[in-house]
């Protein structure tokens, strides 16, 4: 699985982004999707996450209401629906693909700025 993020750019805080994660392979369909992101200085940290059939997400508590993750398994592609940006959110984002037990494919990272 390859993986391909983009849509990242600057915005104002209260406002909106949504990034989306393009992936080559047949087999995107059978893997859950993960955003993670990465401040300057600061360690990688999840974010968000869906399952193979979108049934399921998951989010870390501090996107939780205001980021919606989703995917279309019909275009190969995981989004990342961003609303109410802070500063805070500033990093750059990456997608990633859970493979064997653990996030074995990473996309390149898209950078979000969110000034204030």
């Known amino acids: 699985v390859q993986l391909q993020a983009s849509g990242g750019g600057l915005v104002q805080a209260g406002g909106s982004l949504r990034l989306s994660c393009a992936a080559s392979g047949r087999t995107f369909s059978r893997h859950s999707m993960g955003w993670f992101r990465q401040a300057p200085g600061k360690e990688r940290e999840f974010v968000a996450s869906i399952t193979w059939s979108g049934d399921n997400t998951y989010y870390e508590a501090p996107v939780k209401g205001r980021f919606t993750v989703s995917r279309d398994n019909a275009k190969n592609t995981a989004y990342l629906q961003m609303n109410s940006l802070k500063p805070e959110d500033t990093a750059v984002y990456y997608c990633?693909?859970?493979?064997?037990?653990?996030?074995?494919?990473w996309g390149q990272g898209t950078q979000v700025t969110v000034s204030s």
């Open positions: 990633a693909a859970y493979v064997n037990g653990e996030w074995s494919y």
